[in-house]
Nanobody, 127 residues
């Protein structure tokens, strides 16, 4: 059993930065990947970034060049550094862990690949 707890959300003006943290309770070294997702009211859950078991990372097109995902295995914590924030980044941000193999033709940016989720942390960016 794995528990994921996000923190670091808040309100910031456009152009500002935030760093989200995802603290994991349980053995996450066996995860195939861990990722960050976001979902705004009335919208679908969107893949923001992931880091796989080999340390490879990938980002959603809307955040490339602005967000950075990282993981500190000694602290069992994943991070999302968000720079140059825009009002359209306003959303609830979730971290997730995948303990099932990647489905053929799928991507770790697809939320259906993940089977453990945190409860989310709100990020609000004002113009």
């Amino acid at each position: 059993q794995v528990q994921l707890v996000e923190s670091g959300g808040g309100s910031v003006q456009a152009g500002g930065s935030l760093r989200l943290s995802c603290a994991a309770v349980g053995y996450t070294d066996a995860a195939y990947a861990m990722g960050w997702f976001r979902q705004a009211p009335g919208k679908q859950r969107e893949g923001v970034a992931y880091i796989d078991s080999d340390g490879r990372t990938r980002y959603g097109d809307s955040v490339k060049g602005r967000f950075t995902i990282s993981k500190d295995n000694t602290k069992n914590t994943m991070y999302l550094q968000m720079n140059s924030l825009k009002p359209e980044d306003t959303s609830m941000y979730y971290c997730a862990a995948a303990f099932i193999p990647l489905r053929s033709g799928s991507s770790w940016l697809n939320h259906i690949q993940y089977n453990y989720w945190g409860h989310g942390t709100q990020v609000t960016v004002s113009s």
